[in-house]
């Protein structure tokens, strides 16, 4: 049996290794590193994959996160909802520009933001709401953009995890994750559903105008060369990552039917064990499986993790500390106990292997070590 990993990025290479390297080898041969011909290319071709009308390409997830909100001008003293049982990034961004994170809690089913939650978080200060579409489904949408049009908020969609998943509104129309907020920001690392060999990140949005205020912040703040109008930073998509994603790009469904194919193996070989919850689909949206991401109910998730990984079998806690209780944010934290279903999520959830390459003989090995433990 090859060696399990969390995530197989050397395997997924050797299928594309020719037309990566060639891609390589053209935009050094070119020297085009910075703004050149692939990172245009690659902007139009995602927007048209998404059916977003712009992308802004940038230099990884976090940035494009931050760089939503100084495009929104989001201030001091402003608030912005989001989720605890996340990625710090989200977190991070809102902290940096002096903003104030309010957290909602989050579904106990799909992990995503309960959007009753978020109405009741809602203050005169609240500005926007970053709904993430945690491990690979799209937040509950249609009553999230409903709350904000009665608000007057803007959405932005952390879509670092769901790239390729598709949201069905009430009417049967269906949108791609990242084209439904008012911006959506998505990461290429490496590990992510997409992925570059480096860092990478990208903007959405659907807005001319919030498109051109996007892309001048990602610029210095700068429109005409050597003229400022804002303040804004220095993040770019370079070259050689953005001539990687473009072959990439054209197998994004492939990954992430791959990637179901094997949540499935899963869900069928946990289905008896009553101690273990599998992921609960969304109603309302596909699954891109950015992580496979078990509830331990009965207290031995962590004998769990220690068992699958003395038999060779990798497991992650995404995440063992929610963001509200991070020492790092002590200054606008949340009392422990005020958002219950993410403290229970933290001492119960595991994330199983995942990625494009995983075989029968390691998906085998992976649920029977699973299941050996509940014997
Ligand atoms: C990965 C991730 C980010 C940050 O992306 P980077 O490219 O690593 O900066 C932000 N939010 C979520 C939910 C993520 O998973």
């Given at each position: 049996?090859?060696?399990?990993?969390m995530v197989?990025?050397?395997?997924?290479?050797?299928r594309?290794k020719?037309?990566?390297?060639?891609?390589?080898?053209?935009?050094?041969?070119?020297?085009?590193?910075?703004?050149?011909?692939?990172?245009?290319?690659?902007?139009?071709?995602?927007?048209?994959?998404?059916?977003?009308?712009?992308?802004?390409?940038?230099?990884?997830?976090?940035?494009?996160?931050?760089?939503?909100?100084?495009?929104?001008?989001?201030?001091?003293?402003?608030?912005?909802?989001?989720?605890?049982?996340?990625?710090?990034?989200?977190?991070?961004?809102?902290?940096?520009?002096?903003?104030?994170?309010?957290?909602?809690?989050?579904?106990?089913?799909?992990?995503?933001?309960?959007?009753?939650?978020?109405?009741?978080?809602?203050?005169?200060?609240?500005?926007?709401?970053?709904?993430?579409?945690l491990?690979?489904?799209?937040?509950?949408?249609?009553?999230?953009?409903?709350?904000?049009?009665?608000?007057?908020?803007?959405?932005?969609?952390?879509?670092?995890?769901a790239?390729?998943?598709t949201?069905?509104?009430?009417?049967?129309?269906?949108?791609?994750?990242?084209?439904?907020g008012?911006?959506?920001?998505?990461?290429?690392?490496?590990?992510?559903?997409?992925?570059?060999?480096?860092?990478?990140?990208?903007?959405?949005?659907?807005?001319?105008?919030?498109?051109?205020?996007?892309?001048?912040?990602?610029?210095?703040?700068?429109?005409?060369?050597?003229?400022?109008?804002?303040?804004?930073?220095?993040?770019?998509?370079?070259?050689?990552?953005?001539?990687?994603?473009?072959?990439?790009?054209?197998?994004l469904?492939?990954?992430?039917?791959a990637?179901?194919?094997?949540?499935?193996?899963?869900?069928?070989?946990?289905?008896?064990?009553p101690a273990?919850?599998?992921?609960v689909?969304?109603?309302?949206?596909?699954?891109?499986?950015?992580?496979?991401?078990?509830?331990?109910?009965?207290?031995?998730?962590?004998?769990?993790?220690?068992?699958?990984?003395?038999?060779?079998?990798?497991?992650?806690?995404?995440?063992?500390?929610?963001?509200?209780?991070?020492?790092?944010?002590?200054?606008?934290?949340?009392?422990?106990?005020?958002?219950?279903?993410?403290?229970?999520?933290?001492?119960?959830?595991?994330?199983?292997?995942?990625?494009?390459?995983?075989?029968?003989?390691?998906?085998?090995?992976?649920?029977?070590?699973?299941?050996?433990?509940?014997?």
């Amino acid at each position: 049996m090859k060696p399990i990993q969390m995530v197989d990025l050397v395997g997924q290479y050797q299928r594309i290794k020719t037309e990566v390297d060639a891609a390589i080898q053209r935009v050094i041969d070119n020297a085009a590193f910075i703004n050149g011909p692939d990172v245009k290319e690659f902007e139009k071709e995602l927007a048209a994959y998404n059916g977003s009308r712009h992308v802004i390409a940038c230099a990884n997830g976090t940035d494009a996160l931050q760089i939503a909100m100084m495009a929104l001008d989001l201030k001091p003293g402003d608030e912005v909802i989001t989720a605890s049982f996340t990625f710090v990034a989200t977190v991070e961004v809102v902290g940096l520009l002096g903003i104030t994170p309010v957290f909602a809690d989050v579904l106990p089913g799909t992990f995503n933001l309960d959007p009753a939650d978020i109405e009741r978080k809602i203050t005169p200060r609240t500005k926007a709401i970053v709904p993430v579409h945690l491990f690979g489904q799209v937040a509950d949408m249609e009553p999230i953009m409903a709350i904000a049009k009665k608000h007057g908020l803007y959405v932005i969609e952390d879509n670092a995890q769901a790239i390729g998943a598709t949201y069905t509104f009430a009417d049967g129309s269906k949108r791609k994750s990242g084209a439904i907020g008012h911006i959506a920001s998505t990461s290429f690392f490496p590990s992510k559903n997409l992925g570059c060999y480096g860092d990478g990140g990208a903007l959405f949005t659907n807005d001319d105008d919030l498109a051109k205020k996007l892309r001048r912040v990602c610029n210095h703040g700068s429109e005409v060369r050597y003229y400022h109008e804002v303040v804004g930073v220095n993040s770019r998509l370079d070259s050689l990552q953005a001539a990687i994603l473009r072959i990439k790009l054209p197998q994004l469904d492939a990954y992430n039917a791959a990637r179901n194919k094997a949540a499935a193996f899963y869900d069928t070989a946990f289905a008896g064990l009553p101690a273990v919850q599998v992921p609960v689909r969304s109603t309302r949206s596909t699954h891109a499986f950015h992580q496979y991401t078990l509830r331990v109910t009965d207290g031995r998730r962590d004998g769990l993790k220690q068992h699958l990984e003395a038999n060779g079998v990798p497991a992650m806690i995404y995440y063992p500390v929610s963001c509200h209780l991070q020492r790092a944010y002590k200054s606008v934290r949340a009392p422990e106990g005020s958002l219950p279903v993410t403290e229970q999520l933290t001492r119960e959830v595991l994330s199983l292997p995942m990625s494009t390459e995983l075989d029968h003989e390691q998906l085998t090995h992976i649920t029977n070590t699973v299941n050996s433990f509940f014997a």
